[in-house]
């Protein structure tokens, strides 16, 4: 899959990509917005008679793409009948949910546009979840759905639904085609929405009398998107600005998002923060962006961040935002966040900048010309005689770091440690595997134990929280990048939600790995039973312990994998070590762990971050004084 651009859909000479031949740079990073790396020669077949079903499948092959996920139905079946014999794989999924979240998988893990197919009714309306997740988290992504025949729209059809206006607040853009004609432009024209600017789901949905209509495909289509121009280069003055606050402040911090990410500026990033020798805070969409060995780096903020990362913030006196959108679980209550911090803020969104919190100096523009520019005009400065000392701030930053450094207790009753099963895997699987999270403590944990050196190495569900994503967005990022182990650390919650999609993995030769850290609970849900209800556990007990409900490792082996158990710390090293040596079939582990354990850091849902608790009843001791 890729990105088309007005420049590739008018000129088709530039030499495709091998099927062989990964995305992005050798090392798998995934290809920045816009690169060329990622973007393959755009076909210039002959004009031909099809339907519009055929249509609708050249234009797929036009655009370079490799796969898509979906399940056929009714209203998009006359597009599976040209798909049979297109070089386009589909992928048969067992649930469009399952096909939405691959897409998304494949996307976060090349770079390259997703695409899912349902068809109308439930089909679509079951593609709603990974929309929106999509969206959340600016995710290329392109949806096909069938509709009912255009004479039957609004009548209440069978297997009708508006999911044109059912998506209109989760979508980028979205289409309801009106005639055959248009359908390669209407494609040619998602694409391209949903990769250029700030990303996202873009909605096509085909009536089926418009599929089983004759018409001429020709190729390439004209754009025709008024008024859409995402500004990519930054404005000199504020550049300028921000470059001049950076060489006065004291105690300054890059608060880096994942539109750094997205936007393949990784390595201009590093080159920023040792320039600057400011400090860094990568966010849970940014994990990454930064190696989190790097001197500089404070970890993550936030709700379940570090300690050093969530006052490195909170206390600073200049915030320069890359790519990020100061969401509530960074902010805490938004009101007493950062008091006392000049803002720069900088995304290719306009519409994020002063959206939370007011940006002193805002810079709309793409995150790696941003940094470039922030690079030039900070040397500038720093030529000129202008650089701030921050030794002080990080004398404070690293004691911070000292004293109150992510860790964890065993647990009492000899049960095994989630955080250790989690820290063990990180070590075993490696800085170049893939990780996918599911949400909740298991996706805290993930994010805190496992060290993320290079981009494109941490997926996960941020601003939705979509119990159910690690499965089948693990197998879209294997798809992407099959040579890449890819790990889905996920929940017995979340698990159980769409672990049928392993069925698709095992058939379609797609061998994933999953460590399931099953505490018997919806561990995250109790947690905040714990420390907010009393201790009462009201509906999050799963059985999945007392009963063993399902039998993980027999559920493994009906969907058509390997399935292990691991349930004491001396055998972790050892079922892990199995699991990588599969490489022919998925793999599950069920590792059994304690059901007490807790995210620690944390600031509570409404609360300031200076309210951060270490661990339970533990407030970091910090004085004001030296601030």
């Known amino acids: 899959m890729t990105r088309p651009t007005p420049e ?39 004009p031909a008679q099809v339907s519009g079903a055929g249509s609708l499948v050249r234009s797929l092959e036009a655009l370079g793409v490799e ?42 893990a090349t770079g390259r546009v997703g695409v899912c197919i349902a068809t109308s009714g439930p089909g679509a309306t079951n593609l709603v979840t990974p929309i929106a997740d999509a969206y959340m988290d600016s995710v290329p992504m392109v949806a096909i759905t069938g509709q009912v025949a255009r004479p039957s729209i609004g009548t209440d059809a069978f297997q009708e639904a508006d999911i044109q206006g059912i998506t209109l607040p989760i979508t980028k853009h979205n289409f309801l085609v009106q005639t055959p004609e248009e359908i390669p432009q209407v494609l040619a024209e998602a694409f391209h929405l949903a990769s250029t600017g700030r990303p996202g789901p873009v909605l096509v949905d085909i009536p089926k009398d418009v ?20 500004t990519l280069h930054p404005h000199g003055k504020q550049i300028r600005e921000a470059a001049r606050l950076m060489a006065m402040a004291r105690r300054p911090v890059l608060y880096v998002g994942g539109g750094v990410l997205k936007a393949g500026a990784t390595e201009g990033l590093r080159t920023l923060a040792e320039l600057t020798g400011i400090p860094v805070v990568t966010t849970l969409m940014a994990l990454g962006a930064f190696p989190d060995s790097h001197r500089q780096h404070l970890g993550m903020p936030g709700m379940h961040g570090t300690v050093a990362a969530v ?11 890359l790519g990020a959108r100061f969401d509530d679980r960074v902010t805490g209550q938004l009101d007493s966040f950062a008091p006392d911090a000049t803002v720069v803020h900088a995304d290719i969104d306009p519409a994020e900048i002063g959206k939370n919190r007011h940006a002193d100096v805002p810079i709309v523009g793409d995150a790696k010309h941003v940094i470039d520019e922030l690079i030039a005009a900070v040397t500038a400065e720093r030529k000129a005689g202008h650089r701030s000392d921050l030794a ?37 699987a490696g800085p170049d595997a893939v990780y996918v999270a599911g949400v909740g403590q298991h996706q805290m944990w993930a994010s805190q134990f496992i060290s993320y050196e290079k981009p494109g190495t941490w997926l996960n569900s941020g601003g939705l929280g979509t119990m159910g994503y690690a499965v089948p967005a693990a197998m879209g990022a294997k798809v992407g990048r099959p040579d890449t182990v890819v790990w ?27 460590a399931v850290i099953n505490n018997g609970n919806l561990g995250m849900v109790r947690q905040w039973q714990t420390l907010f209800y009393g201790e009462r556990y009201s509906n999050t007990e799963l ?10 490792v027999k559920l493994a082996e009906a969907l058509g994998c390997v399935g292990l158990r691991c349930e004491t710390p001396e055998d972790v090293d050892k079922t892990i070590e199995a699991a990588m040596a599969i490489t022919d079939a998925p793999v599950v582990i069920d590792f059994v762990v304690g059901k ?3 995210v620690w850091p944390m600031v509570a849902a409404g609360t300031s971050n200076d309210e951060i608790m270490f661990a339970r009843g533990v407030r970091p001791a910090f004085d004001e004084d030296e601030i």
């Open 8 to 46: 590739t859909l008018a000129h088709s000479a530039r030499r495709a990509r091998t099927a062989t031949e990964p995305a992005g740079d050798a090392d798998h990073t995934p290809a920045p917005r816009g690169a060329a790396a990622a973007t393959p020669a755009v076909r210039q077949p002959a």
């Open 67 to 108: 796969v898509v996920f979906g399940i056929p139905g009714g209203a998009i079946l006359p597009a599976y009948d040209p798909l049979y014999d297109s070089t386009v794989r589909h992928i048969l999924v067992r649930h469009e949910q399952g096909a939405g979240h691959a897409a998304t998988g494949y996307a976060q």
């Open 211 to 230: 599929l089983q209509a004759p018409t001429t495909f020709a190729w390439p289509p004209t754009l025709d998107l008024p008024g859409y121009r995402p």
């Open 311 to 321: 006052y490195g913030l909170q206390k600073s006196d200049l915030i320069v935002a």
């Open 392 to 428: 002080d701030w990080w004398t404070q930053l690293d004691d911070l770091r000292q004293r109150y450094p992510l860790g964890y207790e065993e647990p009492a009753d000899g049960t095994l440690s989630p955080q250790y099963v989690i820290k063990r895997l990180g070590e075993i």
């Open 488 to 514: 889905a650390v996920d929940g017995d919650g979340c698990f159980q939600m769409t672990n049928q999609e392993l069925a698709t993995c095992a058939l379609e030769g797609i061998p994933i790995k999953v």
């Open 543 to 552: 059985g999945t312990h007392k009963h063993r409900i399902p039998d993980f």
């Open 596 to 598: 007490d354990a807790m």
